[in-house]
């Protein structure tokens, strides 16, 4: 029942800036952490940014500085602001969230949007 949906993709010129979205719904009951990751042409899934239900964040090396991932507990949203885009930028970006769907469970599961496509070309 539970739902991750992104939007804010698109195409940008290098340099220019993007801003990711990832809303949940359904039965949630608690969301741990929530991340980006993206998939490249012809490369594996990849971990950008997580963050906490407490706003740890954490980057790959290759975005931090660029990228900043941030939450809303209350919305139960997950964004992240893509500034100075780089070709090799290009991906699919996909929301992830562990999320406990009813307090009689302890533990959290893994939930994925389907993704959407970013694309950094002039």
């Known amino acids: 029942q539970v739902q991750l949906v992104e939007s804010g993709g698109g195409l940008v010129q290098p340099g220019g800036s993007l801003r990711l979205s990832c809303a949940a719904s359904?039965?949630?009951?608690?969301?741990?952490?929530m991340g980006w990751y993206r998939q490249a042409p012809g490369k594996q899934r990849e971990l950008v940014a997580t963050?906490?239900?407490?706003?740890?964040?954490n980057y790959a090396d290759s975005v931090k500085g660029r990228f900043t991932i941030s939450r809303d507990n209350a919305k139960n949203t997950v964004d992240l602001q893509m500034n100075i885009l780089k070709p090799e930028d290009t991906a699919v970006y996909y929301c992830?969230?562990?999320?406990?769907?009813?307090?009689?469970?302890?533990?959290?599961?893994?939930?994925w949007g389907k993704g959407t496509l970013v694309t950094v070309s002039s």
């Open positions: 963050i906490t239900s407490g706003r740890r964040t």
């Open positions: 359904g039965s949630i009951f608690r969301i741990n952490t």
């Open positions: 992830n969230a562990g999320i406990v769907t009813t307090k009689d469970f302890y533990s959290a599961m893994d939930y």
